[in-house]
């Protein structure tokens, strides 16, 4: 059984800087991408960053790239994502996603491939 749980949300303010976890959990091979998603109040879920547990290069959405970095730790098979320079419009729920796949790239930032789900950590920047 696959598990995803993420921690790490809190508020800060603009300009300020979280790092969210996202341990996982029941993988039976290391042929699933991992990704991470948000979804701000009135919006829809977005993909923000993804990789292959494979390896492989990491994907970062536009509105992140240069301030968000995914990085991850194989041994304690947790993912992390730090954000710097945050920004009011980066709030809202943070959700850790999986789906089973040998090519991730293309599909990882759209939350409709996903099949495995964590409860999400709330992301709040003040401006």
């Known amino acids: 059984q696959v598990q995803l749980v993420e921690s790490g949300g809190g508020s800060v303010q603009a300009g300020g800087s979280l790092r969210l976890s996202c341990a996982a959990n029941?993988?039976?091979?290391?042929?699933?991408?991992m990704g991470w998603f948000r979804q701000g109040p009135g919006k829809e879920r977005e993909g923000v960053a993804g990789y292959s547990m494979w390896g492989g290069a990491t994907r970062y959405a536009n509105s992140v790239k240069g301030r968000f970095t995914l990085s991850r730790d194989s041994a304690k098979n947790t993912a992390y994502l730090q954000m710097n320079s945050l920004k009011p419009e980066d709030t809202g729920m943070y959700y850790c996603?999986?789906?089973?796949?040998?090519?991730?790239?293309?599909?990882?930032?759209?939350?409709?491939?996903?099949?495995?789900w964590g409860k999400g950590a709330l992301v709040t920047i003040s401006s």
């Open positions: 029941g993988f039976p091979d290391t042929r699933y991408c």
């Open positions: 996603g999986a789906f089973r796949a040998v090519d991730c790239y293309w599909k990882i930032l759209e939350h409709t491939a996903i099949d495995y």
